[in-house]
């Protein structure tokens, strides 16, 4: 199991031709390297939002 801790921010990127929404997650410059493999396959996310956010 391969993991990857970044702090990013979700944002709405409208909506689908269905009319449902879609989001995105920012991945900082500093992880591209370390996702490289990860990409085109299916990830788990989990959302933390950190003390300082509230």
Do not use: C
């Amino acid at each position: 199991m391969t993991q990857v801790v970044f702090r990013s921010r979700i944002s709405s990127m409208g909506h689908d031709k269905y009319g449902d929404p879609k989001y995105a997650i920012y991945i900082p410059k500093n992880v591209h390297g370390k996702i490289g493999s990860l990409l085109d396959r299916e990830v788990v996310v989990i959302v933390i939002l950190p003390d300082d956010e509230e």
